[in-house]
């Protein structure tokens, strides 16, 4: 299977905002659940938003609703990840994920098709 590939990471201080991308397949895209999940320094990778690509629901972790947008364009096989009032904490490498079915699990496990991540930076 093709593994996704993640873009638009970087450096950027407390309160401003990114905006990653994940291509996939349009098999990987089709009838699936994509997730980003990120691994802070020193901690465990952990669940941070999802997006059904057949419904378009979108579910987020407490840590960044409110503040973290989830979507997907099917004509491109594309998931989006615009994140505003970033905080240091949000420190991470970004990881994109594709589930093995169309459930939106919020662990690790429930996902079968990871990128390699992508670094961000949040400064004080």
């Known amino acids: 299977q093709v593994q996704p590939v993640e873009s638009g990471g970087g450096s950027v201080q407390a309160g401003g905002s990114l905006r990653l991308s994940c291509v996939v397949s349009?098999?990987?895209?089709?009838?699936?659940?994509m997730a980003w999940f990120r691994q802070a320094p020193g901690k465990e990778r952990e669940w941070a938003a999802s997006?059904?690509?057949?419904?378009?629901?979108?579910y987020y972790s407490d840590s960044v609703k409110g503040r973290f947008t989830v979507s997907g364009d099917s004509a491109k096989n594309e998931v989006n990840l615009l994140m505003n009032s970033l905080k240091p904490e949000d420190t991470a490498i970004y990881y994109c994920?594709?589930?093995?079915?169309?459930?939106?699990?919020?662990?690790?496990?429930?996902?079968?098709?990871w990128g390699q991540g992508t670094q961000v930076t949040v400064s004080p």
């Open positions: 349009e098999y990987t895209y089709v009838n699936k659940c």
């Open positions: 994920a594709a589930s093995r079915g169309a459930f939106c699990s919020k662990e690790e496990g429930g996902y079968n098709n």
């Open positions: 997006i059904a690509t057949v419904t378009g629901g979108t």
